[in-house]
């Protein structure tokens, strides 16, 4: 068999392992989709990112705790899709992972039993968490394999209520922190266990910092009053802009979408008591469109379903069939576009196809094995055959006598005297012997 049959093989017994152990899910979230964390309500609201209107919501068990009497504390806050495609949404004492809208995958205890207004994932996997305004003060990372508490991350000793976390493409690690309304840059080394301290931006915005967030084009966009841009490097003030008559008192989460379009929502009179504002952002921050939802009070973390985040994914990670699932990862390539499939491209009748494609490839595996059993046999055999014979030859003759042996059928048979007889000289032989041939 050749390389391109055995990886094909090893292949589909991947696939198939994924598949009937029903270990990982495609995420079933549709693509495109804005998803925030509404504390107040308990929930996560979801909307159409192109007109924001309200589609549906879902609840948990444990996003109702009323644990601190303050209901923003105790309701989902942070929330972010982790490497699996799913979605990871941080409750007071657990963090709790959906493959689609109320169906958990599982959840993980956290260190501290605290609001996370922000959580983000690095490139590894591994999950970084931020308190909230108030909180505890702690940067803390869980790792990528069970989002066990891993460490908590140093800061400036007057850094604190942090808000905002988000990473950029070479690992820079930026936390935004209200205590001294600065947004602190820290190195991760390529594991991301050690961070260095590089530098702080000073806030330029309107009011308090929150959400933070990278665009397209490198720069880091800054919730707080308003939206602000900044170069990341420098801390320059790029540029800043609002919805015009203002009525997004207190933005808090950001976002971006495959097209660099920002989403934000806010806290509405400061408190977010009351239903917020859902806005869209052209890249540039014109054509602002926005709406007020009753049913979003509290509004912290926000994403779009399939948004490639800086820092997490590549932005060019095109998905052919558009089933979700990006075509580096993306077994069937050709599924039928928001066909429901599992993490590796494939419905569930394209993983019965390729088994049975397993199943005949194993079948002809079996017959060529046979095979070369069969002629694996023969050939000691004939090796074992081989060596009797020459023990037997060796028995009956000396060496020289032997060597003469070989002499003289050279002499006989070897017509272009190269030492050594082939087929067509024996041929040939035999018919100048026969009179059939005249030399």
């Known amino acids: 068999m050749n390389k391109f049959s055995v990886y094909r093989i090893i292949l589909i017994i991947l ?58 504390t105790d309701g989902p ?15 007071y004492t657990h963090f709790v992972e959906f493959t689609g809208p109320n169906i958990e995958y599982a959840r993980y205890v956290k260190q501290v039993a605290e609001a996370n207004e922000n959580i983000i994932f690095d490139k590894n996997g591994n999950l970084y968490s931020t308190t909230s305004t108030g909180g505890s003060d702690h940067l803390n990372q ?6 066990k508490f891993q460490q908590t991350i140093n800061l400036p000793d007057k850094a604190g209520q942090l808000t905002g976390i988000t990473f950029d493409d070479s690992g820079r690690l930026f936390v935004a922190s209200q205590s001294d309304n600065k947004i602190h840059v820290l190195q991760a080394d390529s594991d991301f266990i050690n961070f260095t301290y590089c530098h702080y931006i000073e806030s330029k915005n309107d009011q308090r910092l929150e959400g933070i967030q990278f665009n397209l084009n490198g720069e880091l966009l800054v919730a707080g009053g308003n939206i602000a841009i900044y170069n990341p490097n420098t801390g320059q003030l790029l540029n800043s802009f609002d919805i015009i008559p203002d009525t997004d008192y207190y933005p808090v989460p950001i976002t971006i979408d495959n ?13 977010g008591g009351i239903g917020a504002d859902l806005i869209r952002f052209n890249a540039d921050g014109t054509e602002a469109l926005y709406i007020n939802d009753p049913g979003l009070i509290g509004p ?13 994914h590549e932005y060019d990670c095109p998905d052919s069939d558009n089933d979700g699932v990006p075509d580096k990862w993306d077994i069937c390539i050709n599924t039928e576009p928001n066909s429901a499939v599992y993490s590796n491209g494939c419905r569930a009748q394209d993983l019965y196809s390729i088994a049975n ?17 069969s002629l694996s046999t ?29 002499a003289n059928i050279l002499e006989w048979g070897d017509c272009n005297d190269d030492g050594k007889i082939t087929l067509n000289e ?8 026969s009179g059939a041939y005249l030399e």
């Open 15 to 72: 696939t198939l392992i994924i598949f009937f152990n029903n270990n990982i899910y495609a995420s079933t979230f549709q693509k495109g989709d804005i998803l925030i964390a509404s504390s107040q309500t308990d929930e996560i609201r979801i909307y159409d990112s192109e007109n924001l209107n309200f589609k549906s919501s879902f609840t948990h068990e444990l996003f109702i705790n009323n644990i601190t009497g303050a209901t923003y």
């Open 77 to 91: 806050n942070g929330v972010a899709f982790n490497k699996r495609g799913n979605l990871v949404v941080a409750a």
């Open 142 to 147: 869980y790792n990528a394999t069970n989002y």
């Open 259 to 271: 097209k660099g379009r920002i989403f934000t929502s806010d806290f509405e009179a400061g408190s």
């Open 300 to 312: 912290f973390g926000i994403v779009i379903v399939g948004a490639n985040i800086p820092g997490i």
């Open 357 to 373: 494609e397993f199943k005949t490839i194993s079948h002809t595996y079996e017959i060529l094995v046979d095979h070369y059993e």
């Open 378 to 406: 023969t050939h000691h055999r004939l090796v074992s055959e081989y060596e009797e014979l020459s023990k037997t030859t060796i028995e009956m003759y000396t060496k020289k006598q032997i060597e003469e042996i070989v």
């Open 426 to 433: 024996i041929i040939k032989k035999l018919l100048i012997i």
